[in-house]
């Protein structure tokens, strides 16, 4: 019944949200990732459904429910969830990046498993460097046009405020939501400061889900105000 009565200030949006870390093979067996969870994407996918958003959800891997009526797209490595989000990005209003994207992947994945020796070497790995999803999608005509909105996420480990108002001009989106990280990776709880134009304010600390739901209610006035 509250789901009948609640405002729905995303209606008529449609958001494509990325979650989750990547997975960069190395070979069959191994590869490289990193400990996100995709919660906080995943409970920002729950929120702006509830908000009457149709949304698509681009995951890495993660052990995580779809929220109910969410349309879901499973996806490996950084490349896999650019090439996903490539496919959706024209259809969407607004791109909500959480994902921890792999920054580097190895240089070449082996088509078989890698052995030993017998000798005691161990292999020599090179990398490169991934593409950045974000920036991308910020870059494209539709994003500088205002008819797609972007929000970023920044995990950082000190100076929070510094590196995340550079990494929000930097990526060019008008919206880049910062937190202390890894210490929040798979936590339920988080605390979050939104960067936009004019600044930055705090979001306390709360649940991943009720940090959503606030997170939701921030961008419906934020769209809207862009509207009028
Ligand atoms: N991002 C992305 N593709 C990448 C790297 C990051 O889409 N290859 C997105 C993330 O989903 C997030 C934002 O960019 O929304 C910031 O990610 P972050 O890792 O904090 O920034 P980087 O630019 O990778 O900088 P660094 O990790 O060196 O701080
Ligand atoms: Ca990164």
């Not at 681009?58 to 650019?82: C, E, F, K």
Request: aromatic content about 6%.
């Amino acid at each position: 019944l509250y789901q009948f009565f609640s405002p729905k200030p995303l209606v008529g949006q449609r958001v494509l949200i990325t979650a989750g870390p990547t997975f960069e093979a190395i070979d069959p067996v191994r590869g490289i990732t990193n400990l996100s969870s995709g919660k906080m994407g995943f409970a920002i996918a729950r929120a702006a459904r509830a908000a009457g958003a149709e949304v698509t959800l681009v995951a890495g891997p993660v052990h995580l429910a779809t929220p109910r009526g969410v349309r879901r797209i499973d996806v490996r490595s950084a490349r896999d969830m650019q090439a996903a989000v490539q496919a959706e990005v024209d259809r969407a209003s607004v791109f909500i990046a959480t994902a921890a994207v792999a920054d580097w992947r190895p240089a070449s994945s082996a088509g078989q498993k890698i052995k030993k020796d017998g000798s005691g070497q161990v292999p020599q790995m090179a990398f490169v460097e991934n593409p950045d999803i974000l920036a991308g999608v910020a870059q494209s005509e539709r994003a500088r046009s205002g008819q797609l909105y972007c929000v970023g996420f920044a995990a950082e480990s000190e100076d929070l405020i510094t590196h995340a108002s550079a990494k929000r001009r930097r990526k060019g989106v008008p919206l880049l939501v910062g937190n202390i990280g890894p210490a929040t990776f798979g936590q339920d709880d988080n605390a979050l400061v939104l960067f936009d134009e004019h600044g930055w304010r705090e979001l306390p600390r709360a649940s991943k889900n009720a940090l959503a739901q606030q997170l939701v209610a921030e961008l419906a006035q934020l769209l809207q105000a862009r509207q009028s």
